[in-house]
Structure formats: C-alpha cells, structure tokens
C-alpha cells in the first residue's frame, strides 16, 4: 500500500511538472529595450544593448523589475505542491536551536531559536540564573527587515558594539552598548561597509568601510576599503584613518591580538591572497611592519607573545600551516612551522592557551589540541 502511494505520488509529480512546463513554453515574458551602447576595447567595438539597467534608481529600471517580478510570481504561484513543501519544510525547521555559549564578563551568552523565528535572539546567563533576553533582531524593526550583524565584547565583557543591517543593505549601522546596564552608550556609527569590529581593550575598537557613493549605494562602485579607530566618547568624525587613504585596497580588515599588544592588519584585492601588517600598540609612536608585502598567498595571526606571531599561512602550504613569525625579523625566510602541513585543509583557533587544529578527513572533523608555547 505504501509503495502504490508513493507511486501515485511520483505521477502526480510528473504530471504537475509537465503541465508547468507546457505553460512555461507559452509564458509571455516582458519586452526589453535594447539601447545603443557601445564601447570600444582594443580597437574592437562591444555592443552593451542593457547598459541601462544599470541605473537600479531610474523609474524605467523600476518598471521593468516589477514586470519581471510578476511574471515570475506567476509562474511560482502556479506550481501545486507548492504548499505542501511548505508545510513540510515548516514542520522539519520548528525546534529549538542553541549555540554554543561564549563567555564575557560575568555573563555566558548564547543564540537561541525557538523553531520558526526569523533571527537568532541573542541571551546571556549570570551563573545559575535564568537565561534573560540580551539582543532580541526580531525586535529592531516592524516589517523584521532590520538584522543582526557582527557582535563584538570589549576585554572585559562590560562593553558591546553590534552592527545591524536595515533592508538587507551591505551599508551598516555600528551601536555601542554598555553590556551591563544594557543601555546605548553613544552616538551610532553609520555608513559601515564589510567590516569587522576589533576592540581595543575597553577603549574604543577597530572597523572598515568605504566612503559612502554619490548616487547609488548599490551599484556604484566601492573599491577603496579603509579601516578606523573609534576612540568611545568621541564623534564618527574624529575617528582615526589607520590603513587606506592613498593606499588603495579592495578588503581591508583589523584584528586586535588577544593579548592586546599588536593590530594585525590584512589588505586584499580579490577574495584570495593578501598583504599582512602589524601595528605595536604597546608604543603609541610605532609604526606600520610589514609582515609580507604581496598578495601571493593567505595569511592571518591568531596568538601573539612577545614578539613573536602565531599565523595562519598557505605559503608553501595549499593546505594551509601554522608557522611563528619574530615582529623584528618579519621575512617570511624566517618563518618557522609551528603546525606542519599535512594532506588535509586545516583550520586554527585558540583559546585557553590552546591551539585547536581542526582537519577535514573523510567528510567528517578531526580536532588536535597543542600548547601555545
């Protein structure tokens, strides 16, 4: 009896998808203007007829989006079993769902999902308490369009700064919060693009951006990342240029050291391979070291001592390796391997005064511990 439902089920199917795809033969699908845009690249002329769509903020681009939209709505509303997946998906995604906890301060704080909430909600637990409400996203708008970003913990856990997006916009708002009290401390920073937030101890944290386009957020172009200082009781335009300026990167990120003793800088232009700085910040008058000056390979520092640097490399590693680097002798000549290269991907974290090697092997995760020393 199960078998026959099944099969009969299967033919539904069939028939269901054939139907759809005799009224996709015979959809009408908008008209597209074609324009007389050409360009001419190496004494060759390239014809662009849709260069116009590239205006997202022109009433016609708008139009055409809407009609576009229709169609494909109309298509989709179509399809039979489409509430059926619904239910399904619905019934199979309705539990709940913690993360692991992270410690700061007094408090542990950990995500929760009660089953079908839109976003994570953000709780914290002071010992053997009741775990209470700390950032709740579903809350941040009415329409549920505004979500949560990066979460960052000054040193000591007492502060907080959370960048949240509104409408899906890549252009961010960062917010600093006393973590105790829970209470917004300062004025928000705005326009803040691809960025990390680093803190330095209590006092104020590193992030990126671009300088905000004339014209569209969307679509004009934003290749020149820089990345700041925000000293807590100061104004968004007091902040300090660290890295960027004349200095054009596409990705620019900063990372404080756990220690608290070095800026680790990386600049990128693609998604692969970047340069590698390191700013002392036990002497205020130091200066940007280079660590490695070319974007051949990948390279980050997860554990600083001294002076030495703990990073995360794929130099003459695919696979990646964890090798220590002397801030006075920054060559890469020098580099000694701390966590050899083997034949599978690793991936580094620390804490506790621990390495965690985690490997991938054989589609499941393999995780070694060594001493930092």
Not at 201 to 206: I, Q, V
């Amino acid at each position: 009896m199960k078998k026959k439902s099944i099969l009969t089920l299967m033919a539904l199917t069939v028939i269901s998808l054939s139907n759809l795809n005799a009224q996709k033969s015979t959809m009408q699908y908008p008209e597209t203007r074609k324009g007389e845009v050409t360009d001419t690249y190496f004494g060759n002329r390239v014809a662009d007829p849709y260069r116009w769509l590239e205006d997202d903020r022109s009433a016609e681009t708008e139009a055409w989006v809407a009609e576009q939209n229709k169609v494909t709505q109309g298509y989709l509303e179509k399809i039979p079993f489409r509430e059926e997946i619904k239910e399904r998906l619905t019934t199979l995604w309705n539990y709940e769902k913690y993360s692991a906890p992270t410690k700061h301060g007094d408090y542990n704080y950990f995500y929760k999902n009660d089953g079908l909430q839109n976003q994570y909600v953000l709780y914290r637990q002071k010992g053997q308490d009741d775990p209470e409400v700390f950032l709740d996203p579903n809350t941040f708008s009415v329409d549920g369009t505004t979500s949560l970003g990066t979460v960052s913990f000054s040193k000591d856990g007492s502060k907080l700064a959370y960048s949240i997006s509104e409408g899906g916009s890549d252009w961010r708002k960062i917010i600093v919060m006393d973590a105790r009290s829970m209470e917004i401390m300062e004025d928000t920073l705005v326009d803040v693009k691809f960025s990390a937030i680093s803190w330095y101890k209590n006092e104020g944290f590193y992030y990126s951006s671009y300088d905000k386009p004339e014209g569209s957020e969307l679509s004009a172009m934003t290749d020149q990342h820089k990345l700041y200082y925000h000293k807590l009781g100061t104004t968004q335009d007091q902040d300090q240029l660290v890295f960027g300026g004349d200095l054009k990167r596409r990705y620019v990120f900063g990372t404080v050291t756990e220690d608290q003793n070095y800026l680790a800088i990386t600049a990128a232009n693609s998604t692969s391979g970047s340069e590698l700085y390191v700013k002392d910040l036990r002497n205020k008058k130091s200066g940007l070291q280079t660590m490695v000056g070319n974007f051949d390979e990948d390279h980050s520092v997860i554990y600083s001592e001294g002076n030495t640097l703990c990073i995360s490399t794929n130099h003459n590693a695919p696979n990646r390796k964890l090798v220590r680097a002397d801030v006075d002798k920054p060559g890469q000549e020098y580099w000694q391997d701390v966590i050899p290269e083997t034949q599978n991907v690793l991936s580094l974290t620390t804490g506790s005064g621990y390495f965690f090697a985690q490997y991938m092997k054989d589609a499941l995760s393999l995780v070694l511990q060594s001493d930092t020393q």
